[in-house]
């Protein structure tokens, strides 16, 4: 082996190089699909990427030349990176070529899903079974929303997903790892990540809990006792979601007091005719304010931020794409004129801003110092975006009232879309890596999904769910192959990360109030670590910019401390919690 450390630096800068040559003509062919489903683009991409696939193989061997124990500790981390190539780690190419087709098959299925009233009457989940699970209070309209989207996209997913999990787990394999939720969880650098997960989790469960008794009581006010128990789990196609992930659809049936003026920015949207350029623009607005780097032209003139209407077929969920050329930025994003996306564009933009922020780095530095803060850093922008002052400020919402009441309503309306979300956003990893390791087996797939949803989120399925469904690949992230775990630590750091930037940015009073609109402090705080991307450990990161190494649900809590305090008075007499009747079913629907 080479101890030669002036040649390792050699050979790391010739992959930079290359790597800014091959990268993006795979990335091109990548994007031409997603953004034109069609079986000569799948055949491109998947050309392309076996192109790049054998590259990182080569470059891997290359890395492994090299006897790294006294090398720099920047020369060691990168060299690190490059051996973990994961699935692209498969030695036999006919394998390598089945797994990227299977999951160009299973996305495509996803992303051209829809459910049929006629031959001729078909809705896709964008924008209709989305609008139909947010807005529609009847329960078996709901309910065929939610059972149709399972059957045409959950169902003939679980041939295709038995094989994916069997090649990922030999690429977990080729990579030094047990198997693909190990080789996934080992993106953390720590450990006991796990442990940690199952501790944050405890340490938030009983605000959780108190939310769904306190949303349950308001639906079976709506629904009544057929269909919902005050003393057990929810039905999961009422809480305004397709995966129940977010209940922020429900806020209206929810709101805790209802006089005061709407936190809800859509009426607006729509009456004033803003357009989803429109709705970039005023994220980008944002990102400018606190001295961050504005939208680049080319990001702006090669965007697909709207469903195209020429017919073509497009994977509409949203995504960041970065073309590691220097020069390419883009979202690919279905846009809908509703808050919802107002606050997914936030999320998005912050990928890209990250992106712009890490682009000097090394190429296997163009990474989130995890993958939670690359989910985290668009979100913390929007929870000053969303304040009733900001928006008011923006000419968002008409109306703002600064009493208790109204603070407590806009508190309701985040913790409907951030606690809401953290039972999900845990166990659908929880779920894969069991499946990973083998502990979940196939003819219990879907009896597991079930058990998890009903452990962590208190819910059940409307109807009696078997193995001939596969519910968990109606939800896109199983069925294109994209960890979740990382949304769930997102949640958490993001609050922290707020703490730290409003702090830096001189704010006084509660956290929930703070916006960081114009604070170039702020944005620098946030831009020193970014700059960073992979290139150091996240607890170093989290360090700098915190003060502390760890994962802390201690600002979520602070964030939401009076909603807190009015759940727990608002629940008094509810009995908290769904394992109190474990027999009871809803009514089958109409
Ligand atoms: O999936 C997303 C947004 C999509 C994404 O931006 O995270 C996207 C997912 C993706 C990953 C890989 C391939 C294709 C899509 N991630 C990125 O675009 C991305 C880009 C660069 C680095 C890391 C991620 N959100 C999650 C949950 C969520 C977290 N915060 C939110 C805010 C608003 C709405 C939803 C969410 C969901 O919809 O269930
Ligand atoms: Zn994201």
Redesign the pocket.
Known sequence: TNTNEEEAIQFLDEFNTEAQIRGPVAIEAAWTYNTNITDHNQRQMTTELMKIATYAKQTQLGAQQFDRTNFSYDVNRQLEKMLYIGDAALNNPVELLELMELKAKMQARYSTGEVCLTEEECYPLDPDLTETMASSRNYDELYWAWDGWRDAVGVPARQDFERYVELKNKAALANDQPDCGAFWRSWYEVDNLEEQLDALYTQLSPLYTQLHAYVRRRLYDLYGPDYVNPRGPIPAHLLGNMWA?SWINLMDDVVPYPGKPSVDITPVLQEENYTPLQMFEISDEFFKSIGLIEMPQEFWDESMIEKPTDGREVVC????W?FINKIDYRIKMCTDINM?DF??IH??MG?VEYFLQYKEQPVVYHT?AN?GF??AVG?VLALSVSTPKHLNSIGLLKEVVEDYEADINYLMSIALDKIAFLPFSYLLDLWRWGVFDGSITPDEYNQKWWDLRLQYQGILPPTERTEDDFDPASK??VA?D?PYIR?FI?YIIQFQFHKALCDEAGHEGSLYTCDIYRSEEAGQLLANMLQQGGSLPWPDQMEQMTGQRDMDAGPLLEYFEPLINWLEEENEGEELGWDHDTTWRPKEPG
């Open positions: 992930q969920h949203a995504s960041a970065e919802d606050i997914t999320h998005e990928h989130g993958p690359h989910e979100d896109y992230h294109a994209t949304y997102s």
